[in-house]
């Protein structure tokens, strides 16, 4: 399985972004979804994940409120929508798949078998 995420960019605090990640390669092994950031001088942090179904979805209590994890399995892509944006939430945003069930929000706990590339978002004060 391929992950490529786009969608990043600069934007001013109180702004919008919408990143995607679409899926090639393997897609039937495709699974739950999530989305992870890496700030500067930061360790990689877990920001949301998704049900296959899509009816499950888990976000860490920063982005709640404020980010939507969303997905569309015909287009074989998942979206994550981050409204009102903040300085801190500068980073690199990865997205990554698990062919295993959803099951439970583990959130970060979650070990994911597939990794996109990153795509780099900056939200300036």
């Known amino acids: 399985v391929q992950l490529q995420a786009s969608g990043g960019g600069l934007v001013q605090a109180g702004g919008s972004l919408r990143l995607s990640c679409t899926a090639s390669g393997r897609i039937f092994s495709v699974n739950t979804m999530g989305w992870f950031r890496q700030g500067p001088g930061k360790e990689r942090e877990f920001v949301a994940d998704?049900?296959?179904?899509?009816?499950?979805?888990y976000y860490t209590d920063s982005v709640k409120g404020r980010f939507t994890i969303s997905r569309d399995n015909a287009k074989n892509t998942m979206y994550l929508q981050m409204n009102s944006l903040k300085p801190e939430d500068t980073a690199i945003y990865y997205c990554a798949a698990d062919p295993r069930p959803y099951n439970s929000p583990l959130g970060g706990r979650r070990n994911y078998d597939y990794w996109g590339q990153g795509t780099l978002v900056t939200v300036s004060s």
């Open positions: 998704i049900s296959r179904s899509g009816r499950n979805t």
